[in-house]
Every structure is written in structure tokens, then in C-alpha cells.
């Protein structure tokens, strides 16, 4: 990994050994922030109050090997990166400004990927996760981890049968919370209702009628236009000897009928000016059945009137034209039905929701048997880690009980309490020695006990999930002596299958290392280039001779750092 303006850091580089590298410095050296290097790699929150002073943005980078089939490689590749020789360069960059950016193989990716990544690449455990694996509800979801599909498969039909039945119940909370408003909405649907079914509107008959009281109300002058009309063009029966436009064109026809022989352009005005004549003798027809069909019955009008009156009343409550009410009135119906039907929507929701209940409490007992039995294997698997944790004596149980609730599902043959999660409580309790009665961790262990256990609990997770690479930040915090050995020891055994980094403040940790890094400032208090060392030969005696005594050259420190070394390599 290459650091640059994190932090104290100005530049660093930070080589990790395959095996187990220890990450070592005075306190405020600038180890966490190889930790929090390595947590920008992984997609974590980008904080621009890491960017160090002066600097423009801070730039993590990372050359990480991987086999061309482990799921990272395909995921990134899945994203257009390029693996370089085996292996995948991963940036991040964080402006002071607060913007992040990420680059994988040498595309640029969104930051999230970097988290998708990071669950099949790392393991980050810290004394944040000391802090959080204390409260119940994550040892929880460590244990249900632990079991695997045991717990996992229950879990998602769980889950899902939880979330339909939350729906189902707030599907009937409110048909019955509501009953009121819908049954006066059902009322004033049905008032509406039998007004349009009274009235019978028809589709457009707004409009017809308003035509034909246009129509009736000018009937008279329409009735004389038209006469005047006809007599213009067939001639007045009161007025034999008028001169009307058939008869006229019937004498333009016959003159030209006369001499068509002589000029076929006068012959096929001819037969256009007999075409007129025709079309005249139409209209003329038309005119005179318009005159004798045009009823002036008063009666009529009154009644086109009084239907009109009746429409409009609804056309104001109910929508602007017949074709808008008749619509309304459609959905209405729709609606009614929906309303009416309520009772039996209620039925089918109890009756769901009762089946929902039966099957939650099935599926309950199913995870709380699942989570009963890998918390016999994974108490059994911590105990056993403890014992090589010098702490032979102690015994870890893990409690799983749940709380009655009459409103609850059932489980063990009594209503419980239950959550997305299932019905049970997880609680991880310890015995430190025999005849102590297992309390919860937080509080039956002290500080040094209580990060054994802790990292008993990782080592045993680290079985369970098939990571390359596990980080530890201090989880030997409250350590000391023959225990401090014991946790080395085991991190030594750990890293002989992945590889494991630890920053560390003590030397019977880093003594176990394949290789151990010194983190130390420069005067100016920054850690440059040079800021983080490979410690070798006589520079890690120095480095564990003042990590135990606080003097480098203390003959009596070295004379311990030297056999540290001995018994650790002697024990590899």
C-alpha cells in the first residue's frame, strides 16, 4: 500500500508480509492510519478531516494478488478493471473538499464496489467490534454467521413471511380503523349513483338535445328560410309565372343542347350545366321534406327542455358532459363494489393473516433449533481458543431465550415476542473459572480477559468465513504477559493459512511476526517515505527492546527481545 497526505502521513509505503506482519510504533506514530488506509481500500466512509493540513485530497493505493477465479477478481473484471500480472490495483482518493473517488485495474468505479470487494478480500476487526460483538443483537448476527445456511435459509423465509405479514396486518388496521369514512363514502357513492341511474343519460345525448332545442326554439324562421329557399329553386306554386333556378337552368342546358354537335367544348358545358340541374332538383327535395319533417310542437320543446334541465343537474355534480358523468358513474360502481366487498377483504386478511402467524411460529422454532445447535459448536469452538489463550479454565455458553408476549408467535409451546429477525435473544456469557457464574462478557471479564475472548471469538469466525487477509487493530488491548504470549502464538497459527496484520503495542504479540513494520514520525511530526520501516536483525531487537522496557538500548530489554524472538521462531 502507498499512503499519501493522510493524516500524519505525508508518504508512505507499507509492504505486508504473506504471513503474519506486525504493525508497530509509538503511541501516536500513525499506525491506525495504515488501518484506516486499508479501510479507503475496503469502500469506507471518506472523512476530508483526514486529508492532512496543506494537502489538496489524500490518495490510498493498493496492490492486491489474487487468483484469476477468486469472486473479487470476477467481480472487478465484471466492472472493466485489469488484473496486472495476478493482481488488482485499487485507488482512493479523498479531496479536502469532501468528494471520494475509486479506481479498480484502472477504471474508474463507483465507491461501492470497493465494498463489494472488500467482503471476499479482508477482515477487519477492531476494538470497535470488541465494542459492538458486546451488544446482544450483533452477537446475534455472529452467531447466526457462524451457523451458515443452518440459520440462513430460515432466516430469509422468515423474513419474508414477516414482511407480508406486516403488510397484511396494516392492510387490516386500516379497513377496520376506517370503517366510518368508508361506509358514509359507500352512502354518498350510492346517493350518485341512483341520480344518474334515474336519469338514464345516454352517451352524447347532452349535445343531441342541445341541437334540437336550437333547432325547435328557431322553427318558424327555419321553416320559412327553407320555403324561400325552395321556392328560389323550383319555382313558387303561388306564383306560377316566377322565374326560378331550374327553370333557368334548364333553358341555359337546352341552348347548348342545341348546337354541342357543332363544338365539343359547348357540349361538355352541356352535360356539367345538366349535372347542376340534377343537384338543384336534390336540394330542392331535401328543402321541401326539411319544410314538411320541421316539427314546431311546443310540447316537444318543453320537453327537450326539461330533459336538459335534468342532465345538467347532473353534469354539476358529477362531471362536465353526459360522457364524463356516464364515466364517473362507471368508476363509482367500481368503487362500490370495492367498499362492499370490504367484509369479505377482511375475512381473507384474517384468515392470511392467521396462516402467516402459523407459519412464523414454525419457521421461529426452526431458527431458534438452528441457532440452539451451532451455539453449542461455536461456545465449544471459543472455550477451546480461550484454552490456548492461557485462559484454561474459563468457559463460554451462549444464552438464547426469548420473552412471552400473549400478542406474540409460538415458540417452545408459549406465545413469544418476535422481531425480523426471529423470537430469539443472544447473549454470550462467560465463566472465567470454575464455579463462576457465566455473566454477559461486558460484564463477567475484565479488560485483558475481555480481548482474549474477543479474539477468541474472531479466530473462531475466521474459520467460518473464507477471507484472504485478516486485519486486528489492538485487540490485545489490556494484555500482558504469558497471556500476550498465547495471543501471539495464535495469531502466529492463524497466518499459516491467511494472512494476518496486527498493529500492535506488544512485543510478545510482534515477536511471532514474519515481518514487523515500524511506524515513527519525523521531527516535524509527519511520517514520510522513510517513515515506515521493514524491521530486521538488530533494528526489531531495538524496536522490542523499547516496546518493552521503553529504552532501545537497554542490555537487559535486549537480552528479553532476543529470547522473544528465540521462543517464537523456536515455536514456528
Given at each position: 500500500?502507498?499512503?499519501?497526505s ?8 507499507v509492504?505486508?508480509s ?10 501516536g ?8 488506509s ?13 486529508v ?8 490510498v ?13 470476477v ?6 478493471a ?19 473517488r ?11 464496489l470497493l ?5 471476499d ?24 454467521r457462524y ?22 396486518s396494516a ?11 368508508r361506509?358514509?363514502e ?12 334515474a ?8 349535445a ?36 326560378d333556378a ?15 354537335s357543332h363544338?365539343?367544348?359547348?357540349g361538355g358545358l ?9 343537384l338543384l332538383?336534390?336540394v ?17 320543446l ?24 356516464l ?8 368503487r ?6 370490504d367484509?369479505?377483504?377482511?375475512e381473507?386478511?384474517?384468515?392470511e ?14 431458527l ?9 459448536r ?24 426469548q ?6 408467535v409460538?415458540?417452545?409451546g ?9 423470537a ?16 454477559p462478557?461486558?460484564?463477567?471479564a475484565?479488560?485483558?480477559e475481555?480481548?482474549r ?5 474472531e ?14 487493530d ?5 494484555v ?12 502466529a497459527?492463524?497466518?499459516k ?16 511476526a514474519?515481518?514487523q ?9 509527519s511520517v514520510t ?28 530489554a ?6 522473544l ?8
Amino acid at each position: 500500500m502507498r499512503i499519501r497526505s493522510l493524516g500524519v502521513i505525508d508518504d508512505a509505503v507499507v509492504e505486508l508480509s504473506p504471513g503474519f506482519t506486525a504493525v508497530t510504533g509509538e503511541t501516536g506514530a500513525g499506525k491506525t492510519m495504515v488501518v484506516t488506509s486499508l479501510g479507503l481500500l475496503l469502500g469506507g466512509r471518506a472523512d476530508p478531516a483526514l486529508v492532512r493540513i496543506g494537502a489538496k485530497a489524500a490518495v490510498v493505493e493498493g496492490r492486491v494478488v489474487l487468483r484469476p477465479d477468486a469472486a473479487a477478481a470476477v467481480r472487478a473484471e465484471e466492472a472493466g478493471a485489469e488484473l496486472d500480472e495476478g493482481a488488482l490495483l485499487i485507488s482512493r482518493t479523498v479531496s479536502a473538499e469532501g468528494r471520494s473517488r475509486a479506481h479498480v485495474g484502472g477504471r474508474s468505479v463507483p465507491v461501492g464496489l470497493l465494498s463489494e470487494l472488500a467482503d471476499d478480500l479482508v477482515a477487519v476487526h477492531g476494538q470497535t467490534d470488541q465494542q459492538g460483538l458486546l451488544r446482544p443483537a450483533r452477537q446475534r448476527q455472529a452467531l447466526d454467521r457462524y451457523a451458515g445456511d443452518a440459520v440462513a435459509v430460515p432466516l430469509e423465509k422468515y423474513a419474508g413471511a414477516y414482511r407480508r405479514l406486516r403488510a397484511v396486518s396494516a392492510q387490516l388496521d386500516t379497513l377496520t380503523t376506517r370503517a366510518r369514512e368508508r361506509a358514509q363514502e359507500a352512502d354518498l357513492l350510492r346517493f350518485g349513483l341512483d341520480e344518474v341511474a334515474a336519469v338514464e343519460p345516454l352517451p352524447g345525448e347532452d349535445a343531441e338535445l342541445a341541437a334540437e332545442a336550437e333547432r325547435l326554439g328557431h322553427a318558424e324562421s327555419l321553416a320559412s328560410a327553407a320555403q324561400a329557399a325552395h321556392a328560389a329553386l323550383a319555382g313558387d306554386v303561388e306564383d306560377p309565372e316566377g322565374v326560378d333556378a331550374n327553370t333557368l337552368v334548364a333553358g341555359a342546358h337546352r341552348a347548348l343542347e342545341a348546337v354541342r354537335s357543332h363544338d365539343p367544348v359547348l357540349g361538355g358545358l352541356a352535360d356539367r350545366i345538366a349535372e347542376l340541374g340534377i343537384l338543384l332538383g336534390d336540394v330542392a327535395g331535401e328543402l321541401a321534406g326539411y319544410a314538411d319533417d320541421l316539427d314546431a310542437d311546443p310540447l316537444r320543446l318543453a320537453a327537450v327542455e326539461e330533459r336538459r334541465a335534468a342532465l345538467t343537474q347532473l353534469t354539476r355534480k358529477y362531471g362536465d358532459s353526459v360522457d364524463s358523468v356516464l364515466e364517473w358513474a362507471q368508476k363509482g360502481s367500481a368503487r362500490l363494489l370495492e367498499l362492499d366487498g370490504d367484509d369479505e377483504r377482511i375475512e381473507e386478511l384474517t384468515a392470511e393473516r392467521d396462516a402467516l402467524r402459523a407459519e412464523l411460529s414454525q419457521l421461529a422454532q426452526a431458527l431458534t433449533d438452528a441457532r440452539a445447535e451451532a451455539a453449542e459448536r461455536f461456545a465449544s469452538a471459543v472455550t477451546a481458543e480461550l484454552a490456548s489463550l492461557a485462559m484454561p479454565h474459563a468457559r463460554v455458553t451462549i444464552d438464547i431465550r426469548q420473552t412471552e408476549d400473549p400478542d406474540g408467535v409460538e415458540v417452545g409451546g408459549r406465545p413469544v415476542a418476535y422481531g425480523p429477525a426471529g423470537a430469539d435473544e443472544v447473549e454470550l456469557l462467560l465463566a472465567p473459572h470454575p464455579g463462576a457464574q457465566p455473566r454477559p462478557i461486558a460484564k463477567g471479564a475484565s479488560g485483558g480477559e475481555l480481548s482474549r475472548v474477543m479474539l477468541a471469538v474472531e479466530v473462531v469466525f475466521a474459520g467460518t468465513t473464507p477471507v484472504p487477509t485478516y486485519l486486528f487493530d489492538e485487540v490485545d488491548a489490556g494484555v500482558g504477559g504469558k497471556a500476550a504470549v498465547e495471543i501471539g502464538r495464535r495469531l502466529a497459527k492463524l497466518a499459516k493459512t491467511a494472512q494476518v496484520v496486527v498493529v500492535t503495542h506488544l512485543p510478545q504479540v510482534a515477536a511471532f511476526a514474519d515481518r514487523q513494520l515500524l511506524v515513527e514520525k519525523t521531527v516535524d511530526g509527519s511520517v514520510t517515505r522513510s517513515g515506515v520501516t521493514v524491521l530486521e536483525g538488530e533494528d526489531r531487537i531495538r524496536e522490542l527492546s523499547r516496546m518493552l522496557a521503553g529504552q532501545e538500548d537497554s542490555q537487559t530489554a535486549r537480552a528479553h527481545a532476543e529470547e522473544l524472538l528465540a521462543a517464537a521462531r523456536a515455536d514456528g
